[in-house]
């Protein structure tokens, strides 16, 4: 606090030294101007007094809470809106003051704007909202003003600090719902900068990590070369794009596609760039995110892609060809609703800022609008028998007790399976040891995970 000690800031106006009292300052102050509001409502001559007796916000030292350092940066306007999209979550009741109705009309009063939730039994605030508590229900030129807070790329909603959606675009422009977003309540509810989201509905997306390193995933060279272009360009971005200037040349963010057999180390190599690099990487969870039900997917998607802006993480799509597959030709109105769902897609990725990484299996399924747009494409070949023999080494490395008959160099050379299978070999053989009482893993062992493995890709030994 500079020296300076809490009762003489106190005595300075300063509130808010601590996280609770912070925003309860603010909801305080909300709900004066609210009152405020609703008061001038009740006079012909409003706009003559628009200014009078209108609440202050409160002041806020900085670097004591992170609401404060962001409160202080903000307009009038915009404090009213991120505390009323804050109301629901800390002080609900505040907004029963606008499920009055109107008594000449025995309804509520639109200009009040809101929703009802499906579970939340309180007041929902709407852009409607945030518009008649800055400018009323006459004065039209200062609504208007108003619209503007609610424009996608108003920076409020561009760095994803409040969510504004208006579902049916029928609608009027301020009819759309207003909320906080998940990454900023955290962050103002617990004073923390680092946000990592956790999977849901709302983002579906895990977090990947791994306790591996570069040692223990067996790359061709060719691959390892390829990945490490990429590697150099997260490594150097800022300095091509800005002290090079070739901001106006290059599309902003790097997108790379892995392809190749399942088990090749693409996610691996992913996780790992992430890790070396300390990015976040996720993985998109497509079966949360593609939707029969039109709009949806595009929503899904956006509510990723808004979450990952300017947060530098490496975004991963995993089996990829199941949402970035081909085009079709146009013969109904379920090839007219999966084209859009490309098109917007494209446009997102090109957009972001950040890696994108996808992998898939099988490149052909993929469509070419997609793989024009990529940086890198790098193809993860099934290991050749010096790789087989490497990764079976390591996975099976002390202290894993083996019996006197295990021989990797014979598994490697007759069977042609990979860095995943052998994951798996070595869980199931490890039980299967277990099981049968003995204290270490015999080729039989091994040779029935294998077995099993080849099974499961409907292949014989």
């Not at 497509?286 to 509510?303: C, P, R």
């Not at 993929?366 to 079976?392: C, G, H, K, V």
């Amino acid at each position: 606090m500079n020296g300076i000690n809490q009762p003489e800031l106190e005595r300075l106006g300063f509130v808010g030294f601590n996280v609770s009292d912070a925003l309860d300052a603010e909801l305080d102050w909300l709900e004066q101007v609210i009152r405020w509001r609703m008061r001038l409502e009740e006079r012909k001559d409003a706009a003559r007094y628009l200014k009078e007796d209108l609440p202050n916000p409160p002041k806020f030292v900085q670097n004591v809470t992170q609401f404060g350092n962001f409160a202080m940066q903000c307009s009038w306007e915009e404090r009213v809106v991120i505390s009323l999209a804050l109301t629901p979550h800390l002080r609900p009741q505040l907004l029963d003051i606008f499920f009055a109705k109107n008594p000449e009309i025995d309804r509520a009063h639109t200009e009040y704007g809101g929703l009802k939730g499906k579970y939340h039994n309180g007041f929902l605030p709407t852009g409607e909202t945030a518009a008649f508590i800055i400018a009323g229900s006459r004065d039209i030129g200062k609504k208007i003003e108003c619209i503007d807070l609610f424009r996608p790329d108003f920076w409020l909603i561009r760095k994803n600090i409040i969510k504004y959606d208006r579902r049916d675009t029928g609608e009027p422009i301020l009819s759309g719902s207003l909320d906080i977003s998940d990454e900023y309540f955290s962050i103002f509810s617990t004073n923390q900068l680092t946000y990592k989201p956790d999977f849901s509905t709302n983002f579906p997306a895990k977090l990947l990590t791994t306790r591996l390193s570069w040692a223990d995933l067996v790359l061709d060279p060719h691959v390892f070369n390829e990945v490490s272009e990429l590697k150099g360009w997260i490594e150097h971005q800022h300095t091509i794009m800005n002290d090079w200037g070739l901001s106006k040349q290059l599309k902003r963010g790097y997108r790379a596609l892995f392809y190749g057999p399942p088990g090749t180390g693409k996610s691996l190599t992913a996780t790992l760039l992430g890790g070396e690099l300390s990015l976040d990487v996720y993985r998109i969870d497509l079966s949360q995110v593609v939707s029969k039900y039109i709009g949806e997917t595009e929503k899904n998607l956006a509510s990723i892609f808004d979450q990952a802006e300017n947060k530098n993480w490496i975004l991963f799509f995993d089996e990829a060809d199941a949402l970035f597959g081909k085009r079709t030709a146009t013969s109904d109105s379920k090839d007219r609703h999966a084209n859009q769902e490309v098109a917007y897609l494209l446009q997102r990725i090109e957009d972001y800022s950040g890696v994108i990484i996808l992998a898939t299996n099988l490149k052909a399924n993929m469509d070419i609008a997609f793989t024009r747009r990529f940086q890198s494409i790098i193809y993860f070949p099934a290991p050749n028998f010096e790789q087989r023999l490497t990764l079976w080494q390591n996975a099976f490395k002390h202290p894993v007790p083996l019996d006197e008959d295990v021989d990797f160099n014979t598994i490697a050379n007759d069977y042609n399976i990979t860095g995943g299978n052998i994951i798996n070999v070595l869980r199931y053989c490890s039980l299967s040891s277990l099981r049968r009482g003995a204290e270490t893993i015999c080729m039989e062992d091994i040779t029935e995970g294998i077995k099993r493995e080849l099974r499961k890709e409907g292949k014989t030994m």
